[in-house]
Every structure is written in C-alpha cells, then in structure tokens.
C-alpha cells in the first residue's frame, strides 16, 4: 500500500512530468529566441500555470531528456528564472520551484501597487497617439474573451489578452528598468491568481474595471487612472490572501 509520504513524492514527480510534457515542441535556434529562451519560457509558463506545483523539485536528468536539451541551455533556463522568483536553488537539495507564502503575496502586492501606477503615470505623461491606441486595442481584445470554467481553453486565451492588457498599459512609459520589474511583479503575481483563483472570475465585475483603467489612460486622466488600476491590484490581493488562508498557506 503505497504511504502518505510515497504519495506526496509521486505527486510531485507526476507535477514535474506533466510540465515538461510541453517539451514535445521541438526548439529551434533562430539568432532571436535561443533554446535557453525559449526553454525558459516554457518552464516560466509551466510554474506559472500551476502546472510546475511550488516546492517542486526539477530533476536536471529527466528535464534534460524529456526536453532533449544539453545541461547548459537548461541550467542557463533556471538561472533566469531564478532571477525572475520563480525558481530556488540550494546546496546539496539543487533546483526547486519557489515556494508560495502569504508574506511572498503581499510584498508583490505592494510592489506592483506602487510600481505598476507609477509606470502607467509615466505612459500617461509621454505615451504617443500609436500608445493609445495599443491600449484600446488590448482592452478590447480581452474583453471579448468569455471566461468559462467549463471550456479550459477560454481560460489560456483569457490569461494570454489579460497579461497583454496589463503590459500594454505600461508600454508607454520609456522606462525599460521600470516596465522589465513590473513585468516580473506581474509573472509572480499571476502565478498565484492563476493557481488560486483558476475555478473563479472574483467577486467583481473585472471586465468594467479593464475599461475604467484604460479609458481614464487614454483620456490622460492620471489621478483617475492610477487610483483605478491600483484599486484593481488591491482588490485581486485581497482576494488571493483569502484564498491562501483558507487553505492554510501562512
């Protein structure tokens, strides 16, 4: 009979497995997105989506055949995605996905609050007419995607426009430090809501809340704007710590 502690091991094996399932595209080396990046991305995606559970650990051997990659683009993979928070290493215990906690939440709660106004303040001071339009663009994009829980697959394109619309509203503030940290902050900021959040669309309207965002952006109205989008980050926060808390994540 297989014991509590062999279940929790083959749960995390089979986490690890279902993940890097998405080798089964090959890789190609264009000169623009190298193997690493593009084997970043995959793995970034994967513990992003939940796919990668936290804690996991990511076995360089069965990675590296399962992908059928050389050790060096995977390591070069990993050690990006330890700089974006998604991924730990250890002495003697090797590669680990980030673990998720309530404190972890908060601070990027925080960060993208303060980061993410300041750099949509900046797109709304010296973004141009082809920013505006960008806006428009994404907000509408996203809103035409009905979410349901039932079709996954409105989900992944779901996630794909809101991810856009949040970037693009930052695009215009010609701060590339500024929009590559916010863009970070977002990653490890979906990460939670798409893992605690993925069977639920909240307790508001977010739809109406895009469009007051990106209406109040183009119309140059910052206050408006700002106090928007930072209400809307507030709010999601809110929501994950509860979902954090009610399973018993500290």
């Known amino acids: 009979m297989e014991t ?6 083959n749960a995390a094996k089979t986490s690890t497995d279902l993940a890097i399932a998405m080798a089964d595209a090959a890789f190609v080396d264009d000169g623009k997105n190298t193997i690493s990046s593009q084997l970043a991305d995959r793995i970034r995606e994967a513990i992003i989506s939940g796919q990668l559970e936290a804690g996991t650990k990511i076995n360089l051997d069965r990675a590296k055949d399962r992908f059928r990659v050389s050790l060096s683009p995977l390591r070069e993979a990993l050690a990006r995605l330890i700089a974006d928070g998604l991924v730990i290493f250890e002495d003697n215990r090797g590669y680990r996905v980030a673990p998720v906690s309530l404190g972890n939440l908060e601070e990027i709660t925080s960060l993208r609050e303060e980061f993410e106004t300041y750099a949509l303040r900046e797109a709304m001071t010296v973004g141009g007419p082809s920013w505006e339009g960008e806006v428009m663009r994404a907000l509408h994009k996203l809103n035409k995607i009905d979410r349901d829980a039932a079709r996954p697959e409105t989900l992944v394109q779901w996630e794909a426009a809101h991810r856009e619309f949040h970037l693009t509203l930052i695009s215009g503030c010609g701060k590339p430090l500024l929009f590559n940290f916010c863009k970070t902050m977002l990653n490890l900021n979906d990460r939670y809501r798409r893992t ?4 639920t669309s909240g307790d508001r309207n977010v739809g109406i809340e895009h469009s007051e965002i990106a209406q109040g952006a183009v119309a140059r109205d910052v206050d408006y704007a700002c106090t928007r ?5 507030h709010r999601t926060g809110t929501n994950l710590r509860q979902h954090l808390a009610d399973k018993g994540i500290s």
């Open 4 to 9: 509590e502690k062999e279940g929790r091991s």
């Open 196 to 199: 605690f959040l993925r069977k």
């Open 229 to 233: 989008l930072r209400s809307h980050i």
